[in-house]
């Protein structure tokens, strides 16, 4: 099959989030399944010729090779695409998003013509690439080129859906009789993500629970009723992890590489980031990770009505992150109060990711809602034993065989599975038990590959 993903962020050329991680490991594992894939993404200006070894393939168009031979179409725009930063500033998103991206989305269908690449399924993921299939569906859809083209569309967050003022609607050259409830319009404002999801072939998300949460009223941010009306076409395939990035047998960054069966690095890595935190060197000490956006839907309204009675308890805690502004603010009082305890990097930074993921006993992910979560998966792949709120991906991958998991979200459950896991890493016997049972669980993309494949087949069906 011929696939063309279609991306706002992909590793290794621009990451924010998850999505990136998404978009960058299931076109390898497709590859490696022998299907023909292309990626396109915006050309920003973290992406250089230099790194990426990037070359010309006409005016506004360049590209990197990534996997064995997939090309990654960069779609470039020196106006709109060459800035510091993806979306937006930190006092909030660039005011230009539905020009930057509809011009990504328009660009990209027309490449796809200039390099005769007809795509079978085109594969887009949130609202950032949605105008790309409701373009296909709209503008292009007596033209040939793509007339056996389905559409795809995966959504890794319902809660960002790409709204923007009516008054815009011109701006995506449609016509006016698309801005309606059934389609574009969402109470007066246009929303891409309904756009995408009306106009899909196929709907899906990344974890079976988070496919049936989003069709409820509190998961579905209002989007709950399109989803129900297309809910034969609505499913849930689990994300997977590129177990090439993530892999503590030959991680790069880390201190000393480790496996399953020869624990003793992860205990240097341990005592590597207590002096990178500059904590005290205590092997008998439960040290906890959390790696996230500092965002309410990662839990930290919980974490931050918890944080002082965590700080007294007996454990190291390191957090990197960014996010909103009142969490950045109440975490550097607290490190600064509690500086043998608490460790926080307000910053993106992957190589101190790897190494808090390798380093931590114990890692900290309480999302109030998940559509899949990777850093859990991470987490497990590195012998670190989440500490999860049961929901979407969370409650998919995380159980009482390899983690703790709470599933009354509110800071008592918290609290008390914290002291539940800091008690249980007290036993070393049992806590050596748990990490290697940990490890063995399988979160590689090849599995989920598979399933994608079996879903565009699928989308091929359809009319
Ligand atoms: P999200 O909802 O943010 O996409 P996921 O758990 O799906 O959450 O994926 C987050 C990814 O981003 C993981 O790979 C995680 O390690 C990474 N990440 C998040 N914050 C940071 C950070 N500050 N520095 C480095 N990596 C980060």
């Not at 709209?138 to 923007?164: E, S």
């Not at 989803?227 to 503590?248: A, Q, S």
């Not at 038990?433 to 669980?441: D, E, I, P, T």
Request: aromatic content about 12%.
């Amino acid at each position: 099959m011929k696939i063309l993903i279609c991306a706002s962020e992909v590793v290794p050329f621009a990451k924010t989030g998850g999505l990136a991680d998404v978009a960058a490991a299931l076109p390898l594992a497709l590859e490696q399944q022998g299907q023909d894939v292309v990626i396109a993404m915006p050309r920003y200006k973290c992406i250089s010729d230099k790194r990426f070894n990037t070359k010309s393939l006409k005016k506004g168009i360049s590209y990197s090779i990534t996997g064995k031979n997939i090309k990654a179409y960069f779609i470039e725009n020196e106006a709109y695409f060459n800035r510091d930063n993806l979306y937006g500033e930190k006092t909030g998103d660039y005011s230009d998003n539905l020009d930057r991206f509809s011009y990504f989305c328009a660009r990209t269908l027309e490449l796809m013509k200039e390099i005769n690449f007809k795509p079978d399924i085109l594969h887009c993921h949130d609202w950032q690439s949605c105008l790309a299939i409701i373009y296909l569906k709209t503008k292009y859809a007596k033209d040939p080129f793509f007339k056996d083209t389905k559409a795809i569309l995966t959504i890794h967050n319902i809660g960002y859906q790409g709204l923007f003022p009516r008054g815009q609607f011109p701006q995506l050259g449609l016509d006016w009789s698309y801005f309606n409830i059934e389609q574009l319009e969402f109470y007066g404002q246009i929303s891409l993500l309904k756009g995408g999801m009306v106009f899909a072939d196929i709907i899906n998300t990344v974890s079976p629970t988070y496919a049936k949460e989003i069709q409820t009223k509190d998961f579905g941010f209002g989007l709950e009723g399109v989803l129900n009306k297309r809910k034969k076409d609505v499913f849930g395939i689990l994300n997977g992890i590129d177990y090439n990035i993530w892999n503590p047998q030959a991680d790069k960054v880390i201190a000393r590489a480790f496996s399953a069966d020869d624990l003793n690095g992860k205990a240097v890595d341990k005592e590597d980031l207590q002096k990178l935190c500059k904590f005290p060197l205590r092997k008998d000490v439960a040290l906890i990770g959390v790696i996230s956006r500092l965002a309410e839907q990662k839990g930290f309204d919980l974490i931050a009505q918890d944080i002082e009675e965590i700080c007294k308890m007996d454990l190291q805690l390191v957090l990197l992150g960014t996010g909103d502004m009142k969490y950045h603010l109440l975490l550097e009082g607290i490190a600064k109060r509690y500086p043998k305890v608490v460790s926080l990097y307000l910053k993106f930074d992957d190589e101190l990711a790897h190494k808090i993921y390798a380093g931590s006993d114990i890692f900290l992910m309480p999302s109030r809602y998940e559509p899949c979560g990777l850093g859990q998966l991470i987490a497990l792949r590195y012998g670190t034993i989440p500490l999860v709120f049961k929901t979407g991906g969370l409650a998919d991958t995380v159980s009482k065989d390899n983690g703790f998991i709470f599933s009354q979200y509110n800071k008592k459950e918290l609290l008390k599975t914290i002291k539940e896991a800091v008690k249980a890493f007290g036993n070393a016997k049992e806590w050596g038990g748990l990490v290697k049972k940990a490890m063995a669980y399988d979160f590689s993309w090849e599995g989920s590959a598979a399933k994608y494949i079996a879903l565009y087949e699928k989308a091929k069906t359809k009319k």
